[in-house]
C-alpha cells in the first residue's frame, strides 16, 4: 500500500498545471509559428546562436509564464481564456478592419495575436488580485471610497479622451462607433470601482511592456506611427476591465440557467440559541444582544471609534471589531 504525503500531492499537481500549460503552449505555437518565424528572421545578423534570440520576447514569455502557473485555476481559467480569446478577435477584427493598426501578414486579424490576449488576460488577473486584497483593507471608509471614485473618474475620463482622439479620423466606421458604446457603458456603469481601477492599471503596464516589443519589432503598425501610442498602452488595460465584465456576466446567466433548471437550493439555516450568541458575539448573560448590523453601522457610517461604540452599549470591543469585519461595506 502506498501511501502519498502532501509534498507528493503537490508535485503532483504542479506536474499536471505544468503539462496543461505546456499543451496550452504547443496549440498557440501552432497559430503563431508566422511570429516565431518572423523572430528569427530579424536576429539572424551573427553567427552566435545567442545573437538569433530576442531576449526581450525570451524574458517576457518566462514572467507571463511564471505569473501564470503561480495559481492556476482550471475551472476560472478555462472561462477566461474563452472570454478573452473571443473578446481579443473581436478587438483585433476592429482594428484591422478600420485600419487603425495592422499587422506584418496583411491579415485582418492573424489568428495567431489571438493566444496572446488569453495569457495577457490570466497575467492581469494574477497581478491585480493581490493588490486588490491589499486595496479592499486600507479602503474601508466612505472618505477613502470617495477619493477613490474621483481617481477613478479622472483616469478612466483621461482614457476616453484620449480614445476619442485617437480614433476621430476613423468615425465614419460603424465598429468604431459600437466600440466606443460599448466602452462607455462599462466606464459609466461600474460594478466595483476598486477592482476596475486596480485591473485598468496593471494591464496598461502589461500593455505597455508588450507594445514596446511589437511596436519595435513592427510586429504590427499603428496609422500614427507612433512606437507605441499611449491609447494603445491604455487599450490593454480597458480590454482587460472589458473580460472582466463579460466574465461577471457570464457567470451570472450561468447562475440563473442552472437556477431556472434545477431551482435555487435551499440554505442550511442554523437557529440561534441564547448560549450560541453569548459565545459569538461575547455578550454577558441577560443584557440587550445588540444587532452586529447596527455596530457595524456605526463603525464604518457614522465613524464612531470602538472605544465610543464600547462606552454607549457597554460591550466589549472585540464583539465591536467582530461585527466590523463581518457587516464591512462592499465596493
Not at 493566444?115 to 479602503?139: M, N, V, Y
Not at 437550493?265 to 455578550?283: C, D, G, Q, T
Request: glycine content about 6%; proline content about 4%; hydrophobic content about 50%.
Amino acid at each position: 500500500m502506498v501511501i502519498f504525503n502532501r509534498k507528493d500531492k503537490i508535485l503532483n499537481e504542479w506536474i499536471v498545471k505544468l503539462a496543461a500549460y505546456i499543451l496550452v503552449l504547443l496549440l498557440a505555437s501552432y497559430f503563431m509559428w508566422p511570429l516565431i518565424k518572423l523572430n528569427f528572421e530579424l536576429f539572424n545578423g551573427g553567427s552566435d546562436t545567442r545573437s538569433k534570440i530576442d531576449w526581450y520576447l525570451l524574458a517576457i514569455f518566462l514572467y507571463l509564464s511564471g505569473i501564470i502557473l503561480s495559481h492556476v485555476n482550471f475551472k476560472n481559467d478555462l472561462l477566461t481564456i474563452m472570454i478573452s480569446g473571443m473578446g481579443g478577435f473581436c478587438i483585433e477584427y476592429c482594428g484591422t478592419n478600420t485600419q487603425l493598426w495592422h499587422y506584418f501578414t496583411n491579415e485582418t486579424p492573424p489568428l495567431w495575436v489571438i493566444p496572446a490576449w488569453a495569457i495577457g488576460s490570466l497575467t492581469t488577473q494574477r497581478l491585480a488580485a493581490p493588490i486588490i486584497e491589499k486595496l479592499d483593507f486600507f479602503i474601508n471608509t466612505e472618505d477613502k471610497l470617495k477619493k477613490l471614485k474621483i481617481i477613478y473618474w479622472i483616469t478612466f475620463g483621461a482614457f476616453f479622451t484620449i480614445m476619442l482622439d485617437f480614433v476621430s479620423p476613423f468615425f465614419h466606421h460603424h465598429l468604431t462607433v459600437l466600440t466606443l458604446l460599448i466602452v462607455a457603458i462599462a466606464i459609466f456603469n461600474p460594478v466595483d470601482i476598486k477592482k476596475t481601477l486596480v485591473i485598468f492599471l496593471v494591464g496598461s503596464l502589461l500593455g505597455y511592456v508588450l507594445e514596446i516589443w511589437g511596436t519595435s519589432r513592427q510586429c504590427w503598425i499603428y496609422y500614427n506611427n507612433q512606437t507605441p501610442p499611449i491609447f494603445a498602452v491604455m487599450g490593454h488595460g480597458m480590454a482587460c476591465v472589458l473580460f472582466y465584465r463579460f466574465n461577471l456576466v457570464i457567470r451570472s446567466l450561468m447562475k440563473w440557467a442552472y437556477s431556472f433548471k434545477f431551482g435555487r437550493p435551499e440554505a442550511i439555516v442554523f437557529k440561534p440559541n441564547p448560549l450560541s450568541i453569548k459565545r459569538i458575539y461575547r455578550v454577558q448573560w441577560k443584557k440587550t444582544i445588540i444587532n452586529p448590523e447596527q455596530l457595524a453601522k456605526l463603525y464604518w457610517v457614522d465613524g464612531l471609534t470602538q472605544l465610543e461604540i464600547a462606552r454607549m452599549y457597554k460591550i466589549r470591543r472585540a464583539t465591536i471589531s467582530a461585527a466590523a469585519q463581518k457587516f464591512k461595506p462592499v465596493g
